[in-house]
């Protein structure tokens, strides 16, 4: 009999729900794309029912294995995501950037692998190097070399924004994992002047610009975030109606993928925009609670860790629609479409109903 007022069933239905929105929206945004590009008007509709089907399967496995499987496993994990990462350099470029690693069938995204691999890497090594992380060398340091060198070819690829959210995420599990505050402002204080830097060079330079002052090229560099905020602004309180964007008719670039979240403001309006953001802030809300009632500190980690970087990777992807952050290129988790990120997302999902699971049976 279904516990309505399990934590479980609050998760699994907010990701359910979130995922059928993703379906919705990737027709809806999407299928005028897909004809222009001579397929049919459900062809992004079905590719991404497919990836949610493998992606529920995916949070189905991850609910059966149990998390110390993981750390039992974080050489191969680790060193795995590695060889992939460096793998997608041998790969053909795509939209001017090596992220894919492109099979027969899909094509899949390392850095998405890379997400879990980060927190549960620092998961166990947190637990396992409690006692020395007061000690900056043998404690603090190895740590964000490791996490340091998957976000470096990330960086590399380029994906800056994924690179911004494994990090943000990273130093979130490093401090509630024991790492000491004038360690972490050390690496921030290093770190900072090169991210600050890299704003300024390449593409980054261009969308920095556009970000401050898109209406000064609103029909160059501009043009994505001011059509965007277009999307938001007409949408109004009850929006135009599903199936009625008028910026998805090839106004808005990646309608239906990094900024699906315009479409939905435009065709439902302030409260269906509301109630998407709001539904992804109680899932946090809620996963979050549920993990810091885990006795046991690496299972506490991994689940704030996933918690985190669902809900980092949702604010980046909606500050970016709205204007707020610069274009990132990071898709909004469960809605946007895209096989690899949905399916790591529901994973996620998995992860969190078994560690979940885990604490009751502990307690």
Known sequence: MINYRDP?????????????????????????????????????????????????ICMFAAYKIPLEFYRKKIVFLF????????????????????????LPVFSFQPSELAKFTVVVYLAHYLDK?????????????????????????????????TTVLITSVAFTVLIIGGAKGRHVMGILGFLLPLFIASLFLGY??????????????????????????????????????????TQKLFFLPEAHTDFVYAIISEETGILGAMAVALAITLFFRIAVKAALKQRDRYKK???????????????????????????????????????????????????????????????
């Open 204 to 245: 980054r330079r261009g969308r920095l610009l556009m970000f401050l002052d898109p209406w000064a090229d609103r029909l160059g560099s501009g043009y994505q975030l001011v059509q965007s905020l277009s999307a938001v602004g007409s949408g109004g309180v009850y929006g135009k109606g599903i199936g009625n964007s």
């Open 8 to 56: 479980r069933f609050h998760l699994f239905f907010i990701a359910f729900v979130l995922s059928l929105t993703g379906l919705l929206f990737s027709y809806s945004a999407g299928s005028l794309q897909a004809m222009r590009l001579g397929r049919s008007d459900t062809y992004f509709l079905m590719k991404q029912l497919l990836s949610c089907v493998l992606g529920f």
């Open 301 to 363: 980690l991994v689940l704030i860790g996933v918690s985190c970087m669902l809900f980092y990777q949702s604010v980046i992807n909606i500050g970016v629609v709205l204007g707020i952050l610069p274009t990132k290129g990071i898709t909004l988790p469960f809605i946007s479409y895209g096989g690899s990120a949905l399916m790591i997302a529901l994973f996620f999902v998995g992860i969190l109903l078994r560690g979940i699971e885990e604490s009751e049976e502990s307690g």
């Open 129 to 161: 190097k409690y006692d020395k992380m007061a000690d900056f060398t043998r404690g603090f340091l190895p740590a964000t070399i490791m996490v340091g060198t998957l976000a470096a070819l990330i960086m590399l690829e380029p994906d800056f924004g």
């Open 79 to 102: 060193f795995g995501t590695l060889i992939l990462l460096i793998a997608v350099f041998f790969q053909r470029e795509a939209n001017g950037a090596h992220r894919w690693i492109m």
